[in-house]
């Protein structure tokens, strides 16, 4: 079976291609005597010169900016926001038209953030949405900036050692996230020209005790990022050879701006809102850094593609789980790539590092010996995830039916299903199963079993359950269109595969289920415990 790397050219695992790459503009660096003007736009609408500095772009003239509209600003009600259909981005127009990003991956309500945009227009502004649920509408207006004068930044540099792209632009605003309520954001840049583009934002909760906590997974959006023409996976030539051993999260996200948010994260999002259930929102990235936000969380939720992870994120979770919370693994391909954020003094986010097959030209390597920035599966320091997720990923590319095994596992109340009842193209495009041999948990169950065709060798992927001594249960589906099946049949975000409105009421009941069934607590106390049967299924050690 191919691993991520070998579908370099294809641009990731939903076969998205590369960006253009961007065009350098305008060589002023942030802090230096080109630094632009800056707008802190805090909550209370006031707009406060912060510098103003007017060097220029030996490359092309500035224009002079205009007034702020102080009729743009608004607000709404933060203790019950109104849910609204205008949330979605209209034309991206051509390359560069807007694009921009935040200095921050995720912050605490009214904290600041500074985001910086490039724009040909003459002006835009920007309109930050929360995703969840209100009475039918999936996302919520929260803040609205005034008018910002638009300006054309660049360039963007590039490492000779590491080929990472740093766009480094100047700040265009600042935000204070004043009332803005813990969740997921989408940042919509919207110019003057009618162009728009997103810009993902999570406003953390500080604890998920007594809540289930979502866990976003920004290295993984950033590893699979081609703007510029570098990302993990492939360099500007397309080529593996040439990839980034390192990226930065100071660039934009390329295409719409969030797209990895929407395919496999948004919708699962918005159905967690919907159930009910008391909910948290953290990062990977946070997790890794201070893993206080997981003490006493119910559950903690990887989502539809959460493939990097650092070890120190993965330890942290692996303990919560020890600790008795429940984990809940809604893709596949989850915790599959060992990674590092390298050491920085910047206030931005670090960079993501991982050589991958070239982990021995890693220089870190020299005195963190089992520190290698490959698969974890790999040596030296193999740990391979299947330990914590209960399943192994295996393989791509695949398209097949999602076939019941258990019926009556607790996972699937109310669906009606039946054992050998499948659902059309729902495991793909990565897929991971049970293996014997694999370190795995000592009881776990295989509760749907779906034969498979990849590159000509007969497999499976396997949705499994297992619980360990703290009295935690852990599910993972097994596939990556678990969340796009959340959507099929809409037209919306991911891709529908074929998949039908059938898969996703299926889809729908079955997280529900996993959602609100672990929210009540350690899952020994609340759920039948695991049936083992994968030695019936494998034939002992046989794969």
């Not at 253009?20 to 406060?48: C, E, I, N, T």
Request: with cysteine; aromatic share 10%; net charge neutral.
């Amino acid at each position: 079976m191919r691993s991520g790397e070998e579908h370099a050219a294809r641009g990731g695992a939903d076969g998205t291609g590369p960006a253009d790459p961007a065009d350098p503009a305008d060589p002023a660096g942030p802090g230096g005597p080109g630094r632009r003007r800056v707008l802190r736009v805090a909550a209370s609408g006031l707009v406060v010169v912060a510098s103003a500095g007017c060097g220029g772009s030996p490359h092309r003239a500035r224009p002079t900016p205009p007034a702020p509209d102080p009729g743009a600003y608004r607000l709404t009600g933060h203790a019950a926001p109104k849910g609204t259909d205008d949330w979605r981005l209209g034309p991206i127009g051509p390359p560069h038209a807007i694009e921009g990003y935040a200095d921050r991956v995720s912050v605490l309500p009214g904290e600041t953030f500074g985001l910086h945009v490039s724009t040909t227009a003459r002006a835009f502004r920007v309109s930050a949405f929360r995703v969840g649920w209100y009475d039918g509408k999936q996302a919520a207006l929260v803040w609205a900036s005034h008018t910002v004068a638009g300006r054309r930044q660049g360039p963007y540099s590039t490492a000779l050692d590491t080929r990472m792209i740093h766009a480094g632009w100047d700040r265009s605003l600042e935000i204070a996230a004043d009332g803005w309520p813990a969740g997921a954001y989408l940042l919509r840049l919207e110019a003057d020209s009618g162009h728009q583009r997103y810009v993902p934002l999570v406003v953390r909760s500080t604890s998920a005790h007594g809540r289930t906590l979502l866990m976003h997974a920004p290295a993984t959006w950033q590893a699979y990022n081609d703007w510029g023409g570098n990302c993990l996976y492939y360099g500007a030539d397309g080529s593996y050879a040439r990839r980034a051993y390192e990226v930065s999260f100071e660039r934009p996200y390329a295409k719409s701006g969030a797209e990895k948010f929407l395919v496999y994260e948004r919708a699962a999002v918005v159905l967690a809102e919907r159930s009910g259930i008391p909910l948290a929102y953290t990062t990977g990235m946070d997790v890794h850094r201070d893993p206080s936000v997981l003490k006493g969380a119910t559950t903690a939720v990887a989502l539809g593609h959460d493939e990097y992870w650092t070890p120190e994120q993965r330890q942290h979770v692996t303990a919560a789980r020890d600790a008795g919370t429940n984990l809940a693994f809604l893709g596949a391909n989850t915790c599959f790539r060992r990674v590092r954020l390298a050491a920085t003094t910047a206030t931005a986010p670090p960079p993501v590092v991982c050589y991958k097959t070239d982990f021995y030209a890693d220089p870190y390597l020299a005195d963190h010996p089992h520190m290698a920035t490959t698969d974890f599966r790999s040596g030296p320091g193999a740990d391979p995830e299947s330990s914590l997720t209960g399943v192994l990923y295996e393989g791509f590319p695949t398209d097949a039916p999602y076939v019941v095994e258990n019926p009556d596992h607790w996972a699937f109340r109310g669906t009606g299903v039946r054992r050998g009842e499948s659902f059309a193209h729902l495991v793909g495009v990565e897929y991971d199963r049970v293996t014997p041999g694999s370190p795995m948990p000592r009881s776990i169950e295989v509760v749907a079993h779906s034969p498979l065709v990849c590159h000509g060798k007969h497999s499976h992927s396997d949705s499994a359950y297992y619980t360990v001594p703290s009295g935690a249960g852990v599910f993972s589906t097994g596939t990556m269109r678990w969340v796009e099946g959340l959507m099929a049949g809409t037209g919306l975000d991911g891709r529908d595969h074929k998949m039908d409105a059938r898969t996703r009421g299926f889809v729908t009941k079955v997280t529900e289920n996993v959602l609100t069934g672990f929210a009540e607590g350690p899952a020994v106390r609340h759920q039948p415990a695991p049936r083992e049967n994968v030695a019936s299924l494998y034939g002992g050690g046989r794969a």
